[in-house]
């Protein structure tokens, strides 16, 4: 499943850079597929949504930083554990209920951001 970021955030920033698909916006940005990734065009979004790579949308959080669940692969093919929940002081980078993903699907959606 996704990591979220929860309310307890306290926006130090330290999650962001650790994220190998950009997936971490400070709060108040806006957010793109093709923002760190090698995605192009069109893309179909978990809930089957379509939309523009470049696309800029609307952030998720205004207050604190946040994860774009599309973009989220728990950085499985990349480190062995989440590099947001392991740097973040106050241990606020939880798996996102919402999001329930496979090992498989999330290896799946690493190789669709980056072709």
């Not at 089957?48 to 205004?62: F, H, K, L, W």
Request: net charge negative; aromatic share 6%.
């Amino acid at each position: 499943m996704a990591i979220k970021i929860t309310e307890e955030c306290i926006n130090c920033g330290a999650c962001e850079p650790e994220c190998p698909n950009n997936a971490i916006y400070e709060g108040g940005v806006e957010w793109a597929l093709s923002d760190g990734t090698s995605v192009k065009g069109s893309f179909t979004l978990m809930d089957g949504t379509v939309m523009d790579a470049d696309q800029r949308n609307s952030p998720i959080s205004v207050d604190t930083y946040y994860i774009v669940p599309n973009k989220c692969t728990e950085c499985q093919g990349f480190h062995e554990e989440p590099q947001c929940a392991a740097v973040c002081p106050v241990d606020c980078c939880v798996p996102d209920e919402m999001y329930q993903e496979t090992v498989d699907e999330l290896m799946a959606k690493k190789e669709r951001l980056h072709l």
